[in-house]
């Protein structure tokens, strides 16, 4: 088993930055392939981005590419998620995840394991 707890969430105004982060034990850290996704309000579950466990590629959701920047330290057991530019719409649940294996980076299915979650909100 893994487990997985994020923080850094919190209250922003619109064009703030927050950075969240995903600190993960019970296993070989370096061995997960990682992701984040998040729930809004009304909204299903959203890929927001992803990173290999080598840290080697990342990938990111239409919705957010060119403002988030997914990272990880290994050493440190941790990943982060750098918010930047945050809209009114990025209000939501920010959820860690991990996954052994990964099909799709942007399924949440193909993942494993998830942590409770870390409230994002931006004022309007």
């Known amino acids: 088993q893994v487990q997985l707890v994020e923080s850094g969430g919190g209250l922003v105004q619109d064009g703030g930055s927050l950075r969240l982060s995903c600190a993960a034990s019970?296993?070989?850290?370096?061995?997960?392939?990682m992701g984040w996704f998040r729930r809004a309000p009304g909204k299903g579950r959203e890929f927001v981005a992803a990173?290999?466990?080598?840290?080697?590629?990342?990938y990111y959701g239409d919705s957010v590419r060119g403002r988030f920047t997914i990272s990880r330290d290994n050493a440190k057991n941790t990943m982060y998620l750098q918010l930047n530019s945050l809209k009114p719409d990025d209000t939501a649940v920010y959820y860690c995840?991990?996954?052994?294996?990964?099909?799709?980076?942007?399924?949440?299915?193909?993942?494993?394991?998830w942590g409770q979650g870390t409230q994002v909100t931006v004022s309007s």
């Open positions: 990173i290999t466990w080598s840290g080697e590629s990342t």
């Open positions: 019970g296993t070989t850290f370096s061995r997960l392939a």
């Open positions: 995840a991990a996954a052994r294996t990964v099909g799709s980076w942007d399924l949440a299915h193909d993942y494993d394991y």
